[in-house]
């Protein structure tokens, strides 16, 4: 989860976030030399004397600042389409799981192997223990296995919701009748948070997502029932 | 006695100069601007996650997890 103030991008946990967090560096610095720049251009515009009322015809000016933005563009647009395509590779995922997202929870079917469905709740305040985060804890975490391709089928029972985890680099929609597919593999076992993100009526915000990433050895033993 | 000339002051182009100069340096700085970033977040931060998972061991990262007590499924 994000801690206090944080305006960065969580950690990765998955190759795919790592992907993200380096495109997004590429575009902050394409952003940052041409932010520089125009305020640049601005402070020295401000601070002479000298003008030029009568500038008319200033062609190759106007071809460098026509080009020179196309060609920023196309660098921000070659990495933006591979990661696009990356964040769409489906590689032969070892499990399968449903989320359907309703007013305000989440159901949760692992049907692979046997028929286990549960709801997770967001905890209330008042039932949280110390050291438990406020609006993010859930009754039922969803467990899940690390370095193995999973693929998540999301989807809602009545209005629009999505499922995010930020740290993973997922943000899937839930739509009511249709089926969004997500596929990640996680690097790191933990606890990971996420929340709602599509507005879904009062309690949008109380409807969180917490993902318990357990070694792959581990996962296969079987779920231990705390339901 | 002949009164000293002073030579003529550039009278014309100071506009024009000007721009030349501050565009070429503007491009310059704003291309230091960018390659500071690369290197000092962008660079910094591949290479953290490049040491970081070297010698990363997931299992005893999860036993210590474990015995934190964090974990609902496995205690």
């Given amino acids: ?8 991008l969580q950690d990765a946990t998955s190759p795919v976030m790592e992907e993200l967090i380096t495109f997004h560096d590429h575009a902050f610095m394409a952003m940052s030399l041409i932010s520089f720049l125009v305020l640049y251009a601005l402070l020295s515009t401000l601070t002479t004397k000298l003008t030029n009322t009568s500038i008319t015809d200033a062609q ?5 600042w026509t080009i020179l933005p196309a060609i920023i563009l196309i660098l921000i647009a070659l990495p933006s389409l591979r990661i696009l395509y990356l964040t769409d590779e489906v590689n032969d995922p070892s499990f399968t799981i449903k989320s359907i997202g309703h007013q305000w929870y989440w159901t949760y079917e692992y049907t692979d192997y046997g028929g286990l469905i549960f709801n997770s709740y967001m905890l209330p305040p008042l039932f949280l223990n110390p050291g438990d985060l406020r609006l993010l804890e859930v009754d039922n975490r969803v467990v899940l296995p690390i370095e193995a391709p999973v693929r998540m089928m999301i989807t809602s029972q ?25 596929v990640f593999t996680a690097t790191r076992p933990g606890v990971y948070y996420g929340q709602c993100s599509e507005i879904c009526g009062a309690n949008h915000s ?22 | ?11 014309r182009g100071l506009l024009a100069r000007r721009l030349r100069f501050h565009m070429v340096t503007g491009f310059v700085l704003s291309l230091g601007v960018a390659a500071l970033y690369k290197v000092g977040v962008a660079d910094k931060r591949k290479k953290a996650y490049a040491d970081f998972y070297r010698n990363y061991d997931a299992m005893k990262d999860f036993e210590e997890m474990r015995k934190a007590g964090i974990f609902q499924s496995v205690k």
């Fill in chain 1, 1 to 8: 989860m994000a801690h206090p103030v944080q305006l960065s």
């Fill in chain 1, 158 to 182: 009545d209005v629009l919701h999505s499922w995010t985890i930020p740290t993973l680099g997922l943000k899937t929609d839930a739509v009511p009748g249709r089926l969004n597919q997500t």
């Fill in chain 1, 60 to 64: 190759e000016m106007e071809t460098i």
């Fill in chain 1, 206 to 227: 109380f409807m969180p997502i917490v993902a318990e990433l357990i070694p792959l050895k581990i996962f296969e033993m079987g779920p231990v029932l705390t339901l």
């Fill in chain 2, 1 to 11: 006695m002949a009164p000293e000339v002073l030579p003529k002051p550039q009278m």
